[in-house]
């Protein structure tokens, strides 16, 4: 079956469409290798979340979990209330999120079966030392009140991809590539955070350079999953009461800038750096190799 593509949001020689029945294929080729974002409008078809997660079943049976919030802790049921009745000028803190495969593992089997574009994966392979993926959460979700905003413009950690998919509401992304690094002001201890205040209102006098940027924004809606390849630079904002479900990625496509990202991140001595990195760069073959012949390891 031929895809279906509509444009999202275009600047320039930029563009990120949306698109449906999307043959593996072509999202290697166009998206995934090519490092390039798109919207997958039926990514989630087979998942039981998509019409299970919504507000009140979380409330109905986790009502008494507790979330902490920008440093202040709730019932997840009173912040389901909160979410729920904020407004754009006064919003619920965010992000409120939780850790699904940690602290929720009975709810897993519902954003199964894993989508084909988010394979192969190896964040979860036995011969890759978790320190070496600095504790990054692979699989989170996210609830979020109308002017919501996540809070600052990053790429994700370690070079992962991420997929996000809205399984409830619309959610306003953001995003800019990663040769728009030089623009955003990376903090000098977390690089893959920007200084720079706000995206959309960015204060230019502080951050002269952002004025070269051009950040793409558009809308991402209910069973809708955004693909955001590793290195771009994105923030997102809720337009209406919403969850959402981001899994992160590893595999051949990023590992070149994975195992970038280990060195600089890493702060080991050089040694041990030069070691970890012979290692990463063996295990990248040997998984490649694992992965054309369908073996896990
Ligand atoms: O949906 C959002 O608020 C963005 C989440 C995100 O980019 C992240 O957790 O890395
Ligand atoms: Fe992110």
């Known amino acids: ?29 166009k998206h995934l290798f090519a490092n390039h ?38 019932k997840l049921g009173d912040f389901i209330d909160l979410m729920m009745s904020a407004t754009e000028d006064n ?14 593992p009975e709810l897993v089997p519902d954003v199964m079966p894993r989508f084909s574009y988010a394979l192969p994966d190896r964040t979860h392979s036995k011969l890759l030392p978790g320190r070496f993926l600095g504790g990054a959460d692979t699989l989170e979700l996210f609830f979020g009140s109308p002017g919501g905003q996540f ?21 306003e992304f953001t995003v800019m590539p990663p040769e728009q690094t030089p623009y955003v002001y990376p903090k000098p201890d977390n690089r893959w955070v920007s200084e720079v205040n706000d995206a959309k209102k960015p204060d230019l006098e502080k951050f002269p350079l952002f004025a070269k940027a051009t950040p793409l924004t558009f809308v991402v809606g209910p069973g809708e999953t955004l693909f ?15 969850i959402s479900v981001a899994l992160d990625c590893l595999n051949a496509s990023n590992w070149t800038m ?11 001595k050089p040694l041990k750096a030069k070691v970890a990195q ?7 073959g040997v998984l490649s190799v694992s992965e054309k012949v369908g073996v896990n390891v």
């Open 1 to 29: 079956m031929a895809t279906k593509t509509v444009e999202l949001a275009r600047l320039g020689t930029m563009i990120v469409e949306k698109k449906y029945v999307m043959a593996y294929e072509e999202f290697a080729q």
């Open 91 to 104: 919003p619920a803190p965010y992000p409120c999120k939780l850790q699904m495969d940690r602290d929720y």
């Open 37 to 74: 974002p798109v919207v997958i409008g039926d990514a989630c078809k087979d998942w039981p979340a998509k019409d299970k997660f919504t507000p009140e079943f979380f409330k109905t049976n986790y009502g008494e979990r507790e979330v902490i919030v920008e440093g202040k802790r709730f």
């Open 151 to 171: 809070p600052y413009l990053h790429y994700d950690y370690m070079c992962l991809h991420a997929y996000i998919t809205q399984v409830y509401g619309q959610k």
């Open 258 to 268: 994975f195992m970038r990202e280990v060195k600089t991140v890493g702060g080991q």
């Open 228 to 242: 955001i390849p590793c290195g771009w630079w994105h923030t997102a904002r809720s337009l209406t009461p919403t």
């Open 278 to 284: 012979a290692y990463l760069s063996v295990l990248g």
